[in-house]
């Protein structure tokens, strides 16, 4: 009787420390929980901290894929109105006036206008409605190159290890030297810089569809078809390559920014598009001689409406991205 007196003794003293650290953690419990009750109800001075929260869970529970729509749709709106503006333009708004040249931006020349009297705001959307022409060509180019040796490095095993150390090659040289290399092998104008830009601007596409393609061919609906006698190409083209186009979509469009920016880098060089076509690298390059002069706003003004085009189809390539659901770590340029 003793001993199960003393056990009993010493359980209750064991339990005891468990027991008071369970009532204050009750204790604190219900202490949170009439704090938040006090919250929800605006009573008391923790009013401030009840609208903190509530921010804070608003911003982190927002959508994205709305936001991705709404800047999605403002890039297109505004790629769209340039691109139109461009091309509607007549013929005579880039005439020279030599009563008006030099002049710095007024209301009547918002871009001001250039040593031959022509107004910088017309040529400027010219030249954007030229690059977007070229960086559509090469763009769609790109894609085009990408998706026949992807398709290809994906469905015939000999050709896949040639095809890798080709991406691998071009990914080796810098966009710029292989691009003046083949801008200068076709001869310039709009149509060599097309295919040049398209030429170089395909390596990292054809990558990402090399791998798609492969993840895709371990599939079970993929090991039926080949069982059920379906030849490579077919499966290929039938059930792989509905998937792959979320994935080119989005691959094309973000060329495009880099195809722009390359396309004026070579006419800025003098290896691109001829000086009659309306251009923002000739534009650039000509503006060059007389900056020293003070007339900035001959290249600050084309180069800034340049950014705006480019960063608009990056942000329009990044809404189709979080859209679609594509891979966000990878890049294609």
């Not at 509607?88 to 005439?95: E, F, I, K, R, W």
């Amino acid at each position: 009787m003793k001993q199960t007196v003393e056990r009993s003794s010493e359980q209750t003293t064991e339990t005891s420390p468990v027991q008071k650290v369970k009532t204050t953690t009750q204790e604190v419990r219900y202490e949170i929980n009439t704090g938040l009750l006090k919250a929800e109800t605006g009573t008391g001075p923790t009013r401030q901290t009840r609208r903190r929260y509530a921010g804070v869970s608003n911003q982190r529970f927002r959508n994205p894929r709305q936001r991705a729509v709404i800047w999605g749709s403002l890039a297109v709106i505004w790629i769209v109105i340039v691109w139109l503006t461009g091309r509607l333009l007549p013929a005579g708004s880039t005439l020279t006036s030599l009563l008006d040249r030099n002049l710095s931006p007024t209301w009547a020349h918002p871009f001001g206008t250039d040593w031959l009297g022509r107004d910088m705001f017309m040529r400027t959307l010219k030249g954007l409605a030229t690059s977007i022409q070229v960086g559509l060509l090469a763009a769609c180019g790109g894609g085009l190159i990408a998706l026949l040796l992807g398709l290809g490095a994906a469905t015939i095993k000999a050709a896949d290890r040639v095809i890798s150390w080709i991406i691998d090659l071009f990914l080796s040289v810098p966009h710029l030297v292989s691009l003046v290399m083949l801008a200068f092998v076709f001869g310039g104008g709009l149509a060599g810089v097309a295919a040049a830009i398209a030429l170089t601007h395909w390596p990292n596409l054809a990558r990402i569809v090399r791998a798609e393609m492969i993840q895709l061919k371990s599939a079970e609906y993929i090991h039926i078809s080949h069982k059920l006698g379906q030849s490579r190409l077919r499966i290929a083209v039938q059930h792989m390559l509905p998937h792959l186009v979320p994935q080119l979509f989005v691959g094309v469009l973000l060329i495009f920014p880099h195809a722009i920016l390359h396309e004026a880098a070579i006419t800025f060089l003098g290896l691109g598009l001829s000086p009659q076509q309306p251009a923002i690298g000739i534009i650039l390059s000509e503006s060059m001689r007389y900056l020293s002069a003070g007339m900035w706003w001959l290249a600050f003004f084309p180069g800034l409406a340049l950014l705006l085009v480019v960063r608009a189809f990056d942000v329009l390539g990044n809404s189709l991205k979080t859209l679609t659901g594509t891979g966000n770590s990878r890049e294609v340029r």
